[in-house]
């Protein structure tokens, strides 16, 4: 097992005081009575036998002893004895090991309540960890990682971990002290047989180990598997328009056929090998057992071990019962290894560094008050890959529009990706009002700029909710006004419930124009000094186009925006236009300028028949 790994996991349970201290106060009284529970068993064998005579035990100083406790309570026997004969005698003897059955069970049960507010706690600090990590990674780890796997990390990772080695906790911290206790009283009642059962005992922990190793590589290939099929359930229902369009029902059958069998065999596997440690620790505990009686009983027929035959029958009893520990512990480490693959799992997303991090001397900014200017500014995603953005030198003054245009892939969403950080430029420097934005509080950085996207993201809730986001004390009629700029308010009002309705994953029950303009009036409503426009208006009919781009005219009205145009003939007005090609700025200007050079720009535009226009 990965100590460091699975102490990792028990530091989630922090602060300990809260839960180590009772439950060992539980669990320490539980075992003593669990013991006490099965040593009455041997005055029952003595006395229906008939092999020890009940005498007062005056002679005999009481002590806080295994010797001085039995004393007492064959002392005590032997007035029952006097007064009510054998029948009231055995009855004492059997209520007196119901009451130890009562006490010990009552402070197991009492000792697990506290694992399980443990447990859950575990769970929970793990889960808002990885949820609060994942929302600090910058935008490339998303884009390097499948969705679908992230998300099974997060579900199906967290809970094998919950209920393979949090589960575990009961066994991991109880057991070692039943064990411990257990043998306490074992070494007292014959040290011959004790250590001879140790010496007999490791052959099955090899066995068991083995098979423990093998267990954590299965459940690893396992859960990437389990991942592989969340992202294809992803993949599957996020395109499900395409598959139909395309017919390709038959493809992502095949293709999710394919992971969820992979998914069965290694389960199976995993499944198979945690079932065999249960019984082959039981198999060996027992053999260890009879070893253990074969030996003691060659020893008491021939009178070389000082005990009674009620004694001895006690000893095996109570030796068998320490293999319930012992076998609940062996099938927690095969559970433990099981969820350890998930674990690796879990902490290689909290273990991954976050790569836009914050200035330790961060200054605050408040307002936009001057420019943005790139200055030599080069960004390439990784190491691996070439630059997507080369020598990028540009300055945006306040109050100004310019536009991004050029092909596909030329670094138009690269570039304005920079600006918030969602990225950290590679190269260069980028500066807002003089300043790199890599010196400027991130959160204050970002609370400056409002940002449009072609896609709207929009979530499942209300409208209210979704365009009030983020900001938590916005108003009723802070909402609608920012509705009533954005063109929105009129078919807000007109849905079931006004401002309150559920618009669906996504934003699926409204149509591509209103989800836009809810994006807008989101934007709108931060009331931002830079805003961000990349192909606002690209995927919209024209009738939708020219309400969103009305709602957009308004939102740039006495703002600095940059904004990637898809339609040309959106951007004619703009203060000036940005052409790039393969991460390069090839000419600026003025749309009259940029036409009258009759160069990149004149021809893009002739490629949309607007030269003529």
Partial sequence: MDKKLFFRIVAFAKPYSRFWCPYLAFVVPGMI????????????????????????????????????????????????????????????????????????????????????SMRVHVLKNMRTMMFGKITRFHMAYFNARKKG??????????????????GSFQAIFRDPILIVGNMFVLFYMSYQLTIFSLIVAPLSVFFIGRLARKLKRDAGIAQRHQAD???????????????????????????????????????????????????????????????????????????????????????????YQILVPVKELTRSYASIQRGMASAQRVFDVLDHPVEILKNNHAVSISDFKDSIEFTNVSFCYSERNSEVLHNINLRVPKGKIYALVGHSGAG?????????????????????????????????????????????????????????????????????????????HEFIVK?????????????????????????IARAILRNPPILILDEATSA??????????????????????????????????????????DGQIVEQGSHDELMHKQSAYYNLCKLQSLVND
């Fill in 229 to 319: 099929i969340m992202s294809v359930i992803e993949e599957s229902i996020s395109g499900m328009r395409i598959i139909k369009a395309f017919n390709a029902q038959k493809y992502v059958r095949e293709k999710f056929e394919s992971a969820n069998e992979n998914h069965r065999k290694a389960s199976k596997k995993v499944a198979s090998r945690y079932e065999m440690a249960s019984p082959m620790s039981e198999f060996l505990g027992v053999s260890v057992v009879l070893c253990l009686v074969y030996f003691g009983g060659t020893l008491v027929l021939n009178g070389a071990l000082n005990m009674t035959a009620p004694q001895f029958i006690a000893y095996i009893g109570f030796y």
């Fill in 540 to 581: 919209l009919d024209t009738e939708s186009e020219k309400l969103v781009q009305d709602a957009l005219l308004r939102l740039m009205q006495n703002r600095t925006s940059i904004v990637i145009a898809h339609r040309l003939s959106t951007i004619r007005n703009a203060d000036m236009i940005i052409v790039l090609h």
């Fill in 33 to 116: 009575f669990g013991i006490l529970n099965f040593v009455l068993i041997i005055p029952v064998l003595e006395f229906i036998f008939e092999q020890k005579e009940l005498t007062a035990g005056s002679d005999a100083e009481f002590s806080l002893s295994i010797s001085g406790l039995t004393n007492a309570f064959y002392a005590l026997l032997y007035k029952v004895n006097a007064a009510w004969g054998k029948s009231g005698t055995l009855i004492i003897i059997c209520l007196s090991i119901m009451l130890a059955s009562l006490l010990s069970n009552l402070f197991k049960y009492l000792a697990q309540n506290v694992l399980v």
């Fill in 495 to 519: 849905l079931d419930e006004g401002y309150n309705t559920n618009i669906g994953d996504r934003g699926n029950r409204l149509s591509g124009g209103q989800r836009q303009r809810l994006s």
């Fill in 412 to 488: 138009k969403s690269t570039m304005v990706d920079l600006i918030p950080r969602f990225y950290d430029v590679t190269g260069g420097e980028l500066k807002i009002d003089g300043v790199n934005i890599r010196d400027y509080q991130p959160k204050e950085l970002i609370s400056l700029m409002g940002i449009v996207n072609q896609e709207s993201i929009l979530f499942n809730d209300s409208v209210f909710n979704n365009i009030a986001f983020g900001w938590e004390s916005a108003t009723e009629e802070n909402v609608r006004q920012a509705a009533q700029i954005a063109n929105a």
């Fill in 149 to 166: 796997d992230l998300m099974s990390t997060f579900s199906n990772d967290i809970g094998e971990v919950q209920n393979s080695v949090v």
